[in-house]
């Protein structure tokens, strides 16, 4: 287990908050890093995804019909069976990042959903 050493005011927050909570402050510091873990990660894969479609012509030139892998703006590995990419690229960047997208001349459907909306019955 590491220890993380934050300043004193900080710290004063954390217990505090833990109390409140009814908590231990170690699940809270692990709460929040989780989530600031999961935030930029969703950040890179957009930052990725840009990437794919800025490349996508020469993508589709090289890799057609293929699933890419792209980290840090690059492909670091293509398949045509998804899985076997999967396994390969976890084995290699463990639970960084990666995003796994196949490649196509087609464009990418774009789904719309539409927000449910409650109505009453003026009867």
């Known amino acids: 287990m590491a220890t993380i050493t934050v300043q004193p005011d900080l710290a004063q927050d954390l ?3 833990a109390t ?3 908590s231990q402050v ?4 692990a709460t929040a890093l989780r989530r600031y873990i999961r935030q930029a990660q969703e950040e890179k894969m957009k930052e990725e995804a840009t990437t794919f ?3 996508h012509a020469e993508l589709v030139a090289q ?3 293929e699933v890419v892998a792209i980290h840090e703006g690059q492909v670091v590995d293509h398949d045509k069976d998804f899985v076997a990419l999967h396994r390969r690229i976890r084995q290699r960047f463990g639970r ?4 796994l997208r196949r490649v ?3 464009p990418e459907r774009v789904l719309a959903f539409r927000s449910p909306r409650l109505e009453r019955d003026e009867r």
Not at 26 to 29: F, G, S
Not at 96 to 99: G, T
């Open 15 to 17: 217990e505090q908050l």
């Open 20 to 22: 409140r909570r009814q």
């Open 26 to 29: 170690e699940e809270i510091v």
């Open 53 to 55: 479609c800025e490349m």
């Open 63 to 65: 890799y057609d019909g």
């Open 96 to 99: 960084a990042a990666v995003l």
């Open 104 to 106: 196509s001349s087609e």
